[in-house]
């Protein structure tokens, strides 16, 4: 099973700011197979990122995805103040279908 | 526009039974799967099993096998995720969501979730 590891566990940020935000997976995946999604309090995840690097419908242009291999990249070029949420990465595994999210990373102000 | 739209918030005992729903509409619900995604108090999210609205193919995460059963009607485009017997430890905040297919491998809609609190 694939194990996702995300760091760093909480990043403070000013608006205006870039963010790095890392996912690292157990052993070599294709990169088709991670996403990543945003979460705010009391609101469900919703999808940023497909294949590593696609965005997803209506998502912000300061947003992109990057990586390959073990490891993958969420940056938000400049942080808008509703960018302060929880990022979760995700993988899908095909033997057997499985998908695992990493432990997420708190963006704070 | 698509939309994926949960039952409303339960509060059980433990031992009871419970079964939850997930409502697909602006799309064609028998074409895609959804998926159920589990997250405890303050935790994070746990993927719990996917079924294709088509033809109920369902798979779980080894963690939720023989503990729930994911099912769908697709006559009302409505999916389910059931309990026999709750415990205390179900108590969390349960998501469906739908897959996006295509080759996205990933979630592109989600419910507003559904909080399930199990009292002892």
């Known amino acids: 099973e694939i194990m996702l590891t995300q760091s760093p566990g909480s990043l403070s940020l000013s608006p205006g700011e870039r963010a790095t935000l890392s996912c690292r997976a157990s052993?070599?995946?294709?990169?088709?197979?991670v996403a990543w999604y945003q979460q705010k309090p009391g609101q469900a995840p919703r999808l940023l990122i497909y294949?590593?690097?696609n965005r997803a419908t209506d998502i912000p242009d300061r947003f992109s995805g990057s990586g390959s291999g073990t490891d993958f990249t969420l940056t938000i070029s400049r942080l808008e103040p509703e960018d302060f949420a929880v990022y979760y990465c995700?993988?899908?595994?095909?033997?057997?279908?499985?998908?695992?999210f990493g432990l997420g990373t708190k963006l704070e102000i | 526009e698509v939309q994926v739209v949960q039952s409303g918030a339960e509060v059980k005992k433990a031992g009871e039974p419970l079964k939850i729903s997930c409502e697909g509409s602006?799309?064609?619900?028998?074409?895609?799967?959804i998926g159920w995604v589990r997250q405890m108090p303050g935790k994070g999210l746990e993927w719990m099993g996917i079924?294709?609205?088509?033809?109920?193919?369902?798979t779980y995460s080894p963690s939720f096998q023989g503990q729930v059963t994911i099912s769908v009607d697709k006559s009302t485009n409505i999916a389910y995720l059931q309990w026999s017997s709750l415990k205390a430890s179900d108590t969390a905040i349960y998501y469906c969501?739908?897959?996006?297919?295509?080759?996205?491998?990933?979630?592109?809609?989600w419910g507003q979730g559904t909080l399930v609190t199990v009292s002892s």
């Open positions: 079924i294709y609205a088509g033809d109920s193919d369902t």
């Open positions: 995700q993988h899908y595994g095909s033997s057997p279908p499985m998908y695992t």
């Open positions: 602006g799309y064609r619900f028998g074409s895609y799967w």
């Open positions: 294949g590593a690097s």
């Open positions: 052993q070599s995946v294709f990169s088709t197979y």
């Open positions: 969501a739908r897959h996006g297919g295509g080759g996205t491998y990933s979630f592109d809609h």
